[in-house]
């Protein structure tokens, strides 16, 4: 008998054990159903934070650096008041990256407040405006969906125009187009040149679509005297992207005028920062969904030992007959081993056919899906709990005494 033929019996056998303790097999299984639903809905529940944060980290730039006078983590008590003591980006630090950088394809400086914005009598009180430059959609990736962005003679003479976010231009004008219309940000009254396109929110707290861009040098003389700057760098090449980096900082010590011995006073943030925070969350998240599910599992695998060591006592004539008619060890073994398999992916099964509507569920929070993956990873740990758990019951079965089983009652 080869292995293959070994392999279908088994499973001939183990279908009819199963069915013949349909009660005993559905209550062994509920271990490993809370398991596998727990597997299940972690997986899941990861996948969708990871795609929910690298979809909104990604409007970051993976190729932009932005010079800021504060890291944006790892911040201490002490690492905070050092930098509050930094001394702030201006404008002329742009203009001179700008000069002389030779690895970076765009530089925008930006400044923002929060301002009222008001069109006729439709207003919202919290508005995101930024004042910066026409290089800010290179260096930011935005685009326009309608009208056209900040030219550069708007940004040098500072002329009173912007353009606005899509939740900016529903809230204000509805359904109608804003072009050439006039709101006031503050005090101060805008011509809309333009209207971004859709970008959504930066990790579900901050509105991209929520945000009104002027020229800088109008942001200036309208409502922040001298501010401390943001610059956005985007690299020229992202196989160069070290490379670049190197160059701001070098370039930007210099510009600061600062000697060899002092450190810098500005910081060089990147989205791999964010990103490396994430997967460290991520991590614990992970580390403490698998510990859990873990007990679930262990709870579910002894269960499965359990009943497997009464269905060996209860076969044991039956496996003293197979052993005398010249079955042999591996085929023993293969045979339980198959039956615990079978009992746990059924059990994979049922969990997958309950996880699925609570993913449905999640949907709602998360853009969360069951992929393929998830599911095919849920049935082969259900597969592998039950090998790991029915193999000490079969090996037993497969060691037995044919004439000590055949006396057995």
Same mark, same amino acid.
């Given at each position: 008998?080869?292995?293959?033929?070994?392999?279908?019996?088994?499973?001939?056998?183990?279908?009819?054990?199963?069915?013949?303790?349909?009660? &005993?097999?559905?209550?062994?299984? /509920?271990?490993?159903?809370?398991?596998?639903?727990?597997?299940?809905?972690?997986?899941?529940?990861?996948?969708?934070?990871?795609?929910?944060?690298? &979809?909104?980290?990604?409007?970051?730039?993976?190729?932009?650096?932005?010079?800021?006078?504060?890291?944006?983590?790892?911040?201490?008590?002490?690492?905070?008041?050092?930098?509050?003591?930094?001394?702030?980006?201006?404008?002329?630090?742009? +203009? *001179?990256?700008?000069?002389?950088?030779?690895?970076?394809?765009?530089? *925008?400086?930006?400044?923002?407040?929060?301002?009222?914005?008001?069109? &006729?009598?439709?207003?919202?009180?919290?508005?995101?405006?930024?004042?910066?430059?026409?290089?800010?959609?290179?260096?930011?990736?935005?685009?326009?969906? +309608?009208? &056209?962005?900040?030219?550069?003679?708007?940004?040098?003479?500072?002329?009173?125009?912007?353009?606005?976010?899509?939740? @900016?231009?529903?809230?204000?004008? =509805?359904?109608?187009?804003?072009?050439? =219309?006039?709101?006031?940000?503050?005090?101060?009254?805008?011509?809309?040149? $333009?209207?971004?396109?859709?970008?959504?929110?930066?990790?579900? !707290?901050?509105?991209?679509?929520?945000?009104?861009?002027?020229?800088?040098?109008?942001?200036?003389?309208?409502?922040?005297?001298?501010?401390?700057?943001?610059?956005?760098?985007?690299?020229?090449?992202?196989?160069?992207?070290?490379?670049?980096?190197?160059?701001?900082? =070098?370039?930007?010590?210099?510009?600061?005028?600062?000697?060899?011995?002092?450190?810098?006073?500005?910081?060089?943030?990147?989205?791999?920062?964010?990103?490396?925070?994430?997967?460290?969350?991520?991590?614990? %998240?992970?580390?403490? $969904?698998?510990?859990?599910?873990?007990?679930?599992?262990? @709870?579910?695998?002894?269960?499965?030992?359990?009943?497997?060591?009464?269905?060996?006592?209860?076969?044991?004539?039956?496996?003293?007959?197979? #052993?005398? %008619?010249?079955?042999?060890?591996?085929?023993?073994?293969?045979?339980?081993?198959? +039956?615990?398999?079978?009992?746990?992916?059924?059990? $994979?099964?049922?969990?997958?056919?309950?996880?699925?509507?609570?993913?449905? @569920?999640?949907?709602?929070?998360?853009?969360?899906?069951?992929?393929? #993956? %998830?599911?095919? /990873?849920?049935?082969? !740990?259900?597969?592998?709990?039950?090998? @790991?758990?029915?193999?000490?019951?079969?090996?037993?079965? *497969?060691?037995?005494?044919?004439?000590?089983? /055949?006396?057995? +009652?």
């Amino acid at each position: 008998m080869n292995f293959l033929t070994e392999i279908r019996e088994g499973f001939g056998i183990s279908w009819d054990a199963i069915r013949a303790n349909k009660m &005993r097999s559905v209550l062994t299984t /509920l271990g490993i159903v809370i398991g596998i639903v727990t597997v299940t809905l972690m997986g899941t529940a990861i996948e969708g934070l990871n795609r929910a944060f690298l &979809r909104s980290i990604s409007t970051l730039g993976a190729d932009v650096f932005y010079v800021q006078r504060f890291n944006w983590i790892n911040r201490t008590e002490g690492e905070w008041l050092k930098m509050q003591k930094r001394r702030p980006i201006r404008l002329a630090d742009a +203009e *001179a990256l700008a000069r002389q950088l030779t690895l970076a394809a765009a530089v *925008a400086p930006s400044a923002d407040a929060v301002l009222p914005v008001k069109y &006729r009598n439709r207003s919202a009180s919290t508005v995101y405006v930024v004042g910066t430059t026409e290089e800010f959609p290179n260096a930011g990736g935005i685009g326009v969906q +309608e009208g &056209r962005f900040l030219s550069a003679a708007d940004a040098a003479g500072g002329r009173p125009v912007c353009v606005i976010g899509i939740d @900016v231009a529903t809230n204000l004008f =509805h359904n109608a187009s804003p072009l050439g =219309h006039r709101i006031k940000i503050g005090p101060q009254p805008f011509e809309v040149i $333009g209207v971004l396109e859709k970008q959504g929110s930066f990790l579900g !707290v901050f509105s991209l679509d929520n945000r009104v861009i002027i020229p800088l040098q109008q942001f200036i003389t309208s409502f922040r005297y001298d501010p401390d700057l943001q610059i956005q760098v985007k690299a020229r090449d992202l196989v160069q992207l070290e490379e670049a980096r190197e160059e701001l900082r =070098h370039v930007m010590r210099r510009v600061r005028r600062l000697s060899p011995n002092q450190t810098d006073d500005f910081a060089i943030n990147q989205q791999d920062q964010f990103v490396e925070m994430f997967n460290k969350v991520a991590g614990t %998240i992970a580390g403490i $969904g698998l510990f859990i599910t873990g007990l679930s599992l262990f @709870v579910g695998g002894i269960g499965i030992m359990n009943i497997m060591f009464v269905s060996v006592a209860e076969r044991t004539r039956e496996i003293g007959i197979r #052993k005398a %008619i010249g079955a042999k060890r591996r085929t023993i073994l293969l045979q339980f081993l198959t +039956e615990a398999g079978c009992i746990c992916v059924l059990g $994979g099964c049922i969990a997958l056919a309950i996880a699925w509507p609570l993913t449905l @569920v999640m949907q709602r929070f998360l853009p969360a899906t069951m992929s393929l #993956k %998830i599911a095919g /990873l849920a049935l082969a !740990v259900s597969l592998v709990t039950g090998l @790991v758990s029915g193999f000490l019951p079969a090996w037993r079965a *497969a060691r037995m005494n044919p004439v000590d089983a /055949l006396r057995s +009652e």
